[in-house]
């Protein structure tokens, strides 16, 4: 049976998120508890919520309900992108990473909403 570490979706998530922890690393610390804490959360918050929606897989309303969420972290991802570029925190090509990667991360996560029998049979079939 296959897991949502399967998921590309996933795996692009998850390199986003670790990125964007080292990359915060250097942000001042009076960001710490705001924009610091905030980007990480939400690029951590795809990969939480695709585990959470394997495990809801079985009714196709919750599973949509959570990739529904993954969505919505990645959105608030791409915001505090926008913060962190128009606060000289990160170069404008890291920026255009990062961004380009959440864009990605977001079509892959929406044909999964406009698809979610295929995929819900590519985990319980794997």
Request: aromatic share 12%; glycine share 2%.
């Amino acid at each position: 049976m296959g897991t949502f570490k399967d998921l590309t979706v996933y795996k692009k998530a998850f390199q986003q998120a670790m990125e964007i922890f080292r990359i915060t690393k250097e942000f001042p610390p009076e960001e710490k508890y705001s924009l610091t804490d905030q980007i990480r959360r939400s690029s951590r918050s795809i990969c939480v919520n695709l585990a959470e929606a394997y495990r809801k897989r079985q009714y196709e309303a919750h599973f949509v309900s959570k990739l529904s969420d993954c969505d919505a972290e990645n959105s608030e991802t791409l915001v505090w992108l926008d913060f962190a570029h128009a606060s000289n925190y990160i170069n404008n090509e890291t920026y255009q990473h990062l961004y380009q990667s959440a864009e990605e991360i977001g079509r892959l996560l929406n044909d999964m909403l406009s698809n979610p029998k295929k995929y819900i049979g590519f985990l319980s079939k794997k």
